[in-house]
C-alpha cells in the first residue's frame, strides 16, 4: 500500500516510530520501579529502624492512593503542559523522592512524605502519559503499540528487584534505594531524544478496514470541511465524541463511559487482589513457598504475553469482546482455587489465565478510550478510568483483610468482580466511527 500522510501501515509506524515506544516503553515503567522492590527492602528497613513491615508497606498505599485520585488530573495537565515535559518533570521528581528515602532518619512521618513526593512523581508518569504521543502516532497498529509499552512495567519488575538485592547484600538497604534512583534517571536520555509530540503530521484517531487495507480518517477538521453544510446527520445517528472535547456532564450521557467505568473499577479489584494475594492462597493451600513463589512468576510472565496477544488482537476485531473473553478466563481459576486440595498443574493452570487476563486487560483502558473518546477526550477520561481502575486494585489488596476468615470466601469475591467486569463489557455499541 503506498503511504500517504496521516495513513501508514503498520510496518511503516514501527519502523518510523521505533524510538518513541521504546521511549515510551522504558518510561512507562518507572512507576512500578518501587512497587516491585519493596519487598525486597522490607526486611533491612525493618531490623534497623525497628518498624514492622506493615508500616513500611503502608507507606507505599499511600503513594499508591494518592496517585490513582491525582489520575484525574492528568488530563489537565497533559493539555497545559503536555506529555513530554510531564513525563521530564515526573522522572527528576521520582528520582528525588528515591534518594530521599534512602536518606531518611528513623521517622515514620517523613518516611511517609517521601512517599506523598513518589505519589506526585507516579502521577506525572502515569501509563496514561507515556501512551498519549504514542496513540497519536499509530492509528494502523495502535492496539499493538499500546501493549508494547505496557510492557515497561514487567521489565521494571524483574530488573529492580535484581538491582536493590544486590545493593542491599553490598552496602545496605540506602545504597538499595540510590542504585533505585540510578535506574530511573538513567531512562532520562531517552526522554530527552526520543519521547516528543509532533506538529508535522496529523494521524486519525481510528482506522477502519476496508477489503484488509487500512483506511484512515482524515482529521476531525478536514472532515468537517468536506462534509455539505445543508446536509445533516440522521436524527437517530450517535455523534461522534472525538471531533471535540466534552464535557463531564456530556461524557455522562454517553453509554460506553459509565460501562467502561463499572468494568476497569471491578478488574482492579481482582487482578490487584490475586497479584497479592496468590501466594498466601497457596501457602493457605499447604503449597510450598517455592511453588507459590513459582505460580506467582507463572503469573507475571504470561502477562506479558496476554498483553501482546491482546494488542495484536485489538488492532483486528472488535476490542470490548476481547476484554469481556480475557476477564471471564479467571472466572475457570477462582473455581480451581476455591478446591480444598488443587494440584499443581491445575494452579499453574489457573496462574497463568489470571495472567492472561491482567495483561490483556490493562491495554484496554487507553485504546478504548481513545476508540470511543478520541484523542481530544483522551487524557480526562483516560485518568478518570486509571482512578478507578487503581480504587479498585487497592480495594482488592485490602480486601481479605476486610472479610476475614481465610481466603476460601475472597476467592468467591474475587470470581464476582470478574464476572461483572466481563459482563458489562457485553453492552459495549460499536465504535461511534463504525
Given at each position: 500500500?503506498?503511504?500517504?500522510?496521516?495513513?501508514?501501515?503498520?510496518?511503516?509506524?514501527?519502523?518510523?516510530?521505533?524510538?518513541?515506544?521504546?521511549?515510551?516503553?522504558?518510561?512507562?515503567?518507572?512507576?512500578?520501579?518501587?512497587?516491585?522492590?519493596?519487598?525486597?527492602?522490607?526486611?533491612?528497613?525493618?531490623?534497623?529502624?525497628?518498624?514492622?513491615?506493615?508500616?513500611?508497606?503502608?507507606?507505599?498505599?499511600?503513594?499508591?492512593?494518592?496517585?490513582?485520585?491525582?489520575?484525574?488530573?492528568?488530563?489537565?495537565?497533559?493539555?497545559?503542559?503536555?506529555?513530554?515535559?510531564?513525563?521530564?518533570?515526573?522522572?527528576?521528581?521520582?528520582?528525588?523522592?528515591?534518594?530521599?528515602?534512602?536518606?531518611?532518619?528513623?521517622?515514620?512521618?517523613?518516611?511517609?512524605?517521601?512517599?506523598?513526593?513518589?505519589?506526585?512523581?507516579?502521577?506525572?508518569?502515569?501509563?496514561?502519559?507515556?501512551?498519549?504521543?504514542?496513540?497519536?502516532?499509530?492509528?494502523?497498529?495502535?492496539?499493538?503499540?499500546?501493549?508494547?509499552?505496557?510492557?515497561?512495567?514487567?521489565?521494571?519488575?524483574?530488573?529492580?528487584?535484581?538491582?536493590?538485592?544486590?545493593?542491599?547484600?553490598?552496602?545496605?538497604?540506602?545504597?538499595?534505594?540510590?542504585?533505585?534512583?540510578?535506574?530511573?534517571?538513567?531512562?532520562?536520555?531517552?526522554?530527552?531524544l526520543y519521547f516528543r509530540e509532533t506538529r508535522t503530521h496529523s494521524f486519525a484517531p481510528r482506522a477502519a478496514v476496508a477489503n484488509g487495507t487500512a483506511v484512515h480518517s482524515p482529521p476531525a477538521q478536514s472532515r468537517a470541511a468536506q462534509s455539505p453544510p445543508a446536509q445533516s446527520p440522521p436524527a437517530?445517528?450517535?455523534?461522534?465524541?472525538?471531533?471535540?472535547?466534552?464535557?463531564?456532564?456530556?461524557?455522562?450521557?454517553?453509554?460506553?463511559?459509565?460501562?467502561?467505568?463499572?468494568?476497569?473499577?471491578?478488574?482492579?479489584?481482582?487482578?490487584?487482589?490475586?497479584?497479592?494475594?496468590?501466594?498466601?492462597?497457596?501457602?493457605?493451600?499447604?503449597?510450598?513457598?517455592?511453588?507459590?513463589?513459582?505460580?506467582?512468576?507463572?503469573?507475571?510472565?504470561?502477562?506479558?504475553?496476554?498483553?501482546?496477544?491482546?494488542?495484536?488482537?485489538?488492532?483486528?476485531?472488535?476490542?470490548?469482546?476481547?476484554?469481556?473473553?480475557?476477564?471471564?478466563?479467571?472466572?475457570?481459576?477462582?473455581?480451581?482455587?476455591?478446591?480444598?486440595?488443587?494440584?499443581?498443574?491445575?494452579?499453574?493452570?489457573?496462574?497463568?489465565?489470571?495472567?492472561?487476563?491482567?495483561?490483556?486487560?490493562?491495554?484496554?483502558?487507553?485504546?478504548?478510550?481513545?476508540?470511543?473518546?478520541?484523542?481530544?477526550?483522551?487524557?480526562?477520561?483516560?485518568?478518570?478510568?486509571?482512578?478507578?481502575?487503581?480504587?479498585?486494585?487497592?480495594?482488592?489488596?485490602?480486601?481479605?483483610?476486610?472479610?476475614?476468615?481465610?481466603?476460601?470466601?475472597?476467592?468467591?469475591?474475587?470470581?464476582?468482580?470478574?464476572?461483572?467486569?466481563?459482563?458489562t463489557m457485553l453492552f459495549c455499541r460499536p465504535y461511534p466511527d463504525g
Amino acid at each position: 500500500m503506498t503511504s500517504t500522510l496521516g495513513a501508514r501501515t503498520a510496518r511503516e509506524e514501527f519502523r518510523a516510530d521505533w524510538p518513541l515506544l521504546g521511549a515510551a516503553m522504558m518510561g512507562a515503567g518507572l512507576s512500578a520501579v518501587l512497587a516491585y522492590a519493596v519487598g525486597v527492602l522490607i526486611t533491612p528497613i525493618s531490623r534497623d529502624f525497628g518498624w514492622s513491615p506493615q508500616v513500611i508497606v503502608t507507606g507505599f498505599s499511600v503513594s499508591s492512593g494518592l496517585s490513582g485520585l491525582g489520575a484525574i488530573f492528568t488530563g489537565k495537565l497533559i493539555a497545559r503542559f503536555g506529555a513530554r515535559h510531564l513525563t521530564l518533570a515526573g522522572t527528576g521528581i521520582l528520582a528525588l523522592a528515591t534518594v530521599a528515602l534512602g536518606l531518611i532518619p528513623r521517622s515514620v512521618p517523613l518516611y511517609f512524605g517521601c512517599y506523598v513526593l513518589v505519589a506526585l512523581g507516579h502521577v506525572l508518569l502515569s501509563p496514561i502519559v507515556w501512551q498519549k504521543i504514542v496513540i497519536e502516532r499509530f492509528a494502523t497498529a495502535r492496539g499493538l503499540a499500546v501493549s508494547i509499552v505496557l510492557c515497561g512495567p514487567n521489565i521494571a519488575g524483574a530488573a529492580a528487584p535484581l538491582l536493590a538485592t544486590e545493593a542491599v547484600y553490598l552496602s545496605g538497604w540506602r545504597m538499595a534505594y540510590f542504585a533505585l534512583a540510578g535506574y530511573i534517571v538513567a531512562t532520562l536520555p531517552l526522554t530527552v531524544l526520543y519521547f516528543r509530540e509532533t506538529r508535522t503530521h496529523s494521524f486519525a484517531p481510528r482506522a477502519a478496514v476496508a477489503n484488509g487495507t487500512a483506511v484512515h480518517s482524515p482529521p476531525a477538521q478536514s472532515r468537517a470541511a468536506q462534509s455539505p453544510p445543508a446536509q445533516s446527520p440522521p436524527a437517530h445517528s450517535r455523534p461522534d465524541p472525538a471531533l471535540r472535547e466534552l464535557s463531564l456532564r456530556e461524557l455522562a450521557r454517553i453509554r460506553e463511559f459509565w460501562l467502561m467505568c463499572c468494568s476497569f473499577m471491578f478488574a482492579g479489584v481482582g487482578m490487584a487482589g490475586y497479584t497479592i494475594h496468590l501466594a498466601p492462597i497457596l501457602l493457605e493451600k499447604r503449597f510450598s513457598t517455592l511453588e507459590a513463589a513459582s505460580m506467582v512468576s507463572a503469573l507475571s510472565v504470561s502477562a506479558i504475553v496476554g498483553r501482546l496477544l491482546a494488542g495484536f488482537a485489538m488492532d483486528r476485531l472488535f476490542a470490548p469482546r476481547i476484554a469481556a473473553a480475557a476477564l471471564a478466563l479467571p472466572l475457570a481459576s477462582c473455581v480451581i482455587l476455591s478446591l480444598p486440595a488443587p494440584a499443581s498443574v491445575a494452579i499453574l493452570f489457573a496462574a497463568i489465565l489470571l495472567g492472561l487476563a491482567s495483561g490483556a486487560e490493562y491495554n484496554m483502558i487507553a485504546f478504548l478510550t481513545a476508540r470511543y473518546f478520541g484523542l481530544n477526550n483522551y487524557g480526562t477520561v483516560g485518568g478518570i478510568l486509571f482512578c478507578l481502575f487503581t480504587i479498585g486494585c487497592l480495594t482488592g489488596q485490602q480486601l481479605p483483610g476486610f472479610i476475614g476468615g481465610g481466603y476460601a470466601e475472597t476467592v468467591l469475591w474475587f470470581g464476582a468482580s470478574f464476572l461483572v467486569a466481563a459482563t458489562t463489557m457485553l453492552f459495549c455499541r460499536p465504535y461511534p466511527d463504525g
